[in-house]
């Protein structure tokens, strides 16, 4: 009973996604989607390398109450129910009130944007996609795929893959036929390079680039029943894990992952290293083995950084080596660069996060440790002259995109490697990095030198890297007691708002993000003027009479915000909710309104 009532909630959810992507095309089908119900992953051949079920989180996107707005809402308001600061303070005057009305203000508008972003969770059914295209239009973009998977990531991890482009182009006229069977991996894939190719030559917001990625998850629940295994399925998993971060389902993207690492382990890839070789073949084969399982290590990575995920793997360098490029005697040196790049910040942040997790009771000693990590990513930086190449027009576009990502994600683990150990407001090590993401998004986007097509493989310069930054520019701009020294970061944040609201204009989906931005921007816009007007009246006002004390006027602001909460949320049954995840705000103790932005984080990568 609760296996079928596991597989109903697997099917509803992404039911309900399809029918979130399929209004923003421009034409659906009458027909339902039959019922396909999936299963469980077949475990490993030891069960202590068994992945547990599938993830059902707590983050509850098919309960409307365990969305992350109600979650935090209830959140805040509870933290606001233990202080003790009075609906209105003493010397109270007619500024204090209008700056009260501003703030509050602002923070009505932000209220309604994150009731549009909490309403994507909120999905129905789906239907039919149909996705018209010619086999010879099929086969056009399956090639653009084709050329473009070696941008995609460090080049070698799609490059030795199992991805077989000629068969995948013999698909189009097979994929549909009755009398033809095609494996429901197989058909995952071949969407797949369909999304990838339209997105390539359509771009992201196109109704026939957003119909390949529902067709993708319209074929998933066939293929995670499927207890036939090929050697296609790891590379399936692991590129589908990653078109669903690039479209925002963070919760697919990890069920995909989930399954990533169950091939690795079902196929002894996480071992590939403790015998030696047989043959020249077999260390070939275990070329592209070794390219993906650090591909996955990587995001295993990342997850666990940024989308508060537990480790799933442990990497061991005598159970698997780094990938061999050396086999490639025509490797550029941009190349070579990307992937010894790639390959070092991935060990050092993963046997890092694998000593904090193993140390977690020692806070300085996992402090000094990720000190020790930030100041050898910040070398590497140095050593490879990572910041000049990117920047160096003689690299073909393809590489200067890998190297800036390269760059972006340096900064991004420093950042999510100092929010393990940071205690209060962000140090200057991690405002340092959250500017240079910033800056870098806003250049790319507005270089010259970039074609189109640069920025349409990078996509997730925009639906990833800004929110690892993002907020921790809100949290100093908090807790920033001189507005000036807040001037260019929330100018940043307005520059980063106005790329947000441009890209949006070309992918519906993405309006409610750039929404919740520019609110948050015009709420700290508010607050840094005020606190400013505020100062200046307090300097007029101690010349005067040399006694009254200016208005803590975000104090007063966020006050307002609890009588808002208070007066526009039903009651919740508290005990109904689980805790927020890592950075959620403290229950005890003063309230730091940063713990808002964290909170609001977390959830933006959920």
Same mark, same amino acid.
Request: glycine share 4%; proline share 5%; hydrophobic share 40%.
């Given at each position: 009973?609760?296996?079928?009532?596991?597989?109903? !909630?697997?099917?509803?959810?992404?039911?309900?996604?399809?029918?979130?992507?399929?209004?923003?095309?421009?034409?659906?089908?009458?027909?339902? =989607?039959?019922?396909?119900?999936?299963?469980?992953?077949?475990?490993?051949?030891?069960?202590?390398?068994?992945?547990?079920?599938?993830?059902? *989180?707590?983050?509850?996107?098919?309960?409307?109450?365990?969305?992350?707005?109600?979650?935090?809402?209830?959140?805040?308001?509870?933290?606001?129910?233990?202080?003790?600061?009075?609906?209105?303070?003493?010397?109270?005057?007619?500024?204090?009130?209008?700056?009260?009305?501003? #703030?509050?203000?602002?923070?009505?508008?932000?209220?309604?944007?994150?009731?549009?972003?909490?309403? $994507?969770?909120?999905?129905?059914?789906?239907?039919?996609?149909?996705? %018209?295209?010619?086999?010879?239009?099929?086969?056009?973009? #399956?090639?653009?795929?084709?050329? $473009? !998977?070696?941008?995609?990531?460090?080049?070698?991890?799609?490059?030795?893959?199992?991805?077989?482009?000629?068969?995948?182009?013999?698909?189009?006229?097979?994929? %549909?036929?009755?009398?033809?069977?095609?494996?429901?991996?197989?058909?995952?894939?071949?969407?797949?390079?369909?999304?990838?190719?339209?997105?390539?030559?359509?771009?992201?917001?196109?109704?026939?680039?957003?119909?390949?990625?529902?067709?993708?998850?319209?074929?998933?629940?066939?293929?995670?029943?499927?207890?036939?295994? *090929?050697?296609?399925?790891?590379?399936?998993?692991?590129?589908?894990?990653?078109?669903?971060?690039?479209?925002?389902?963070?919760?697919?993207?990890? !069920?995909?992952?989930? !399954?990533?690492?169950?091939?690795?382990?079902?196929?002894?890839?996480?071992?590939?290293?403790?015998?030696?070789?047989?043959?020249?073949?077999?260390?070939?084969?275990?070329?592209?083995?070794?390219?993906?399982?650090?591909?996955?290590?990587?995001?295993?990575?990342?997850?666990?950084?940024?989308?508060?995920?537990?480790?799933?793997?442990?990497?061991?360098?005598?159970?698997?080596?780094?990938?061999?490029?050396?086999?490639? =005697?025509?490797?550029?040196?941009?190349?070579?660069?990307?992937?010894?790049?790639?390959?070092?910040?991935?060990?050092?942040?993963?046997?890092?996060?694998?000593?904090?997790?193993?140390?977690?009771?020692?806070?300085?000693?996992?402090?000094?440790?990720?000190?020790?990590?930030?100041?050898?990513?910040?070398?590497?930086?140095?050593?490879?002259?990572?910041?000049?190449?990117?920047?160096?027009?003689?690299?073909?576009?393809?590489?200067?995109?890998?190297?800036?990502?390269?760059?972006?994600?340096?900064?991004?683990?420093?950042?999510?490697?100092?929010?393990?150990?940071?205690?209060?407001?962000?140090?200057?090590?991690?405002?340092?990095?959250?500017?240079?993401?910033?800056?870098?998004?806003?250049?790319?986007?507005?270089?010259?030198?970039?074609?189109?097509?640069?920025?349409?493989?990078?996509?997730?310069?925009?639906?990833?890297?800004?929110?690892?930054?993002?907020?921790?520019?809100?949290?100093?701009?908090?807790?920033?007691?001189?507005?000036?020294?807040?001037?260019?970061?929330?100018?940043?944040?307005?520059?980063?708002?106005?790329?947000?609201?441009?890209?949006?204009?070309?992918?519906?989906?993405?309006?409610?993000?750039?929404?919740?931005?520019?609110?948050?921007?015009?709420?700290?816009?508010?607050?840094?003027?005020?606190?400013?007007?505020?100062?200046?009246?307090?300097?007029?006002?101690?010349? +005067?009479?040399?006694?009254?004390?200016?208005?803590?006027?975000?104090?007063?602001?966020?006050?307002?915000?609890?009588?808002?909460?208070?007066?526009?949320?039903?009651?919740?049954?508290?005990? *109904?909710?689980?805790?927020?995840? +890592?950075?959620?705000? %403290?229950?005890?103790?003063?309230?730091?309104?940063?713990?808002?932005?964290?909170?609001?984080?977390?959830?933006?990568?959920?």
């Amino acid at each position: 009973m609760k296996l079928a009532c596991t597989r109903c !909630k697997r099917k509803k959810h992404l039911q309900q996604r399809l029918e979130l992507l399929e209004k923003q095309t421009s034409s659906t089908s009458d027909e339902d =989607t039959p019922s396909v119900s999936t299963s469980e992953p077949r475990p490993g051949t030891a069960q202590s390398n068994a992945l547990p079920p599938w993830p059902e *989180t707590s983050s509850g996107v098919d309960d409307g109450q365990e969305s992350w707005v109600y979650r935090l809402a209830s959140a805040t308001r509870r933290h606001f129910q233990t202080q003790a600061t009075p609906a209105a303070t003493p010397g109270q005057t007619p500024r204090s009130d209008q700056a009260r009305d501003r #703030i509050d203000s602002s923070l009505v508008l932000l209220n309604e944007a994150l009731d549009d972003l909490g309403n $994507l969770r909120l999905r129905t059914e789906a239907h039919n996609v149909v996705l %018209d295209l010619s086999p010879t239009e099929a086969r056009a973009y #399956i090639d653009s795929f084709g050329n $473009l !998977k070696d941008a995609m990531a460090v080049p070698g991890v799609f490059a030795f893959s199992t991805i077989d482009i000629k068969f995948l182009r013999a698909l189009p006229e097979m994929i %549909d036929s009755p009398h033809i069977v095609v494996k429901s991996g197989t058909r995952v894939m071949y969407y797949n390079a369909l999304y990838y190719g339209l997105l390539e030559e359509l771009g992201p917001g196109h109704s026939l680039t957003t119909k390949a990625y529902m067709k993708v998850l319209e074929s998933v629940p066939a293929w995670l029943e499927d207890t036939d295994m *090929t050697d296609l399925d790891g590379n399936t998993a692991a590129l589908t894990a990653w078109t669903a971060i690039n479209n925002h389902d963070y919760q697919l993207a990890w !069920k995909f992952h989930c !399954k990533s690492i169950f091939y690795l382990r079902a196929r002894g890839i996480d071992q590939l290293d403790v015998t030696p070789t047989r043959s020249f073949e077999e260390e070939a084969e275990r070329v592209a083995h070794r390219y993906l399982y650090w591909h996955i290590l990587s995001i295993d990575m990342m997850f666990q950084l940024f989308f508060g995920k537990p480790a799933m793997m442990r990497w061991s360098p005598n159970n698997v080596r780094p990938p061999d490029f050396y086999r490639d =005697t025509d490797a550029s040196a941009a190349k070579i660069t990307t992937t010894i790049v790639w390959i070092r910040i991935t060990r050092l942040a993963t046997e890092t996060l694998n000593l904090a997790s193993n140390t977690k009771d020692n806070i300085e000693g996992v402090a000094l440790e990720v000190d020790k990590l930030c100041l050898q990513l910040e070398g590497i930086m140095a050593e490879w002259k990572l910041e000049r190449l990117m920047d160096d027009e003689d690299i073909s576009n393809d590489y200067r995109c890998l190297i800036i990502d390269a760059v972006m994600t340096i900064y991004a683990i420093i950042i999510g490697m100092q929010r393990l150990v940071q205690k209060t407001r962000p140090g200057a090590r991690t405002l340092h990095a959250a500017r240079r993401i910033v800056t870098l998004i806003i250049e790319f986007y507005a270089s010259p030198t970039l074609t189109n097509r640069s920025r349409t493989v990078c996509t997730h310069f925009m639906t990833f890297f800004p929110f690892c930054a993002i907020f921790t520019l809100y949290e100093h701009i908090i807790a920033c007691l001189e507005p000036e020294e807040c001037d260019s970061d929330i100018q940043a944040l307005e520059n980063m708002g106005l790329a947000m609201a441009q890209i949006s204009t070309e992918r519906p989906g993405f309006v409610p993000f750039a929404k919740t931005i520019d609110a948050l921007n015009k709420v700290s816009r508010i607050l840094l003027e005020e606190r400013r007007l505020a100062r200046t009246t307090d300097v007029v006002r101690q010349v +005067d009479s040399g006694a009254m004390e200016g208005v803590d006027l975000p104090w007063a602001g966020f006050d307002a915000f609890q009588n808002l909460v208070a007066t526009e949320l039903p009651d919740f049954d508290l005990s *109904t909710f689980p805790p927020l995840p +890592d950075y959620s705000m %403290d229950v005890e103790g003063d309230f730091y309104p940063s713990g808002f932005f964290r909170a609001l984080e977390n959830d933006f990568m959920r």
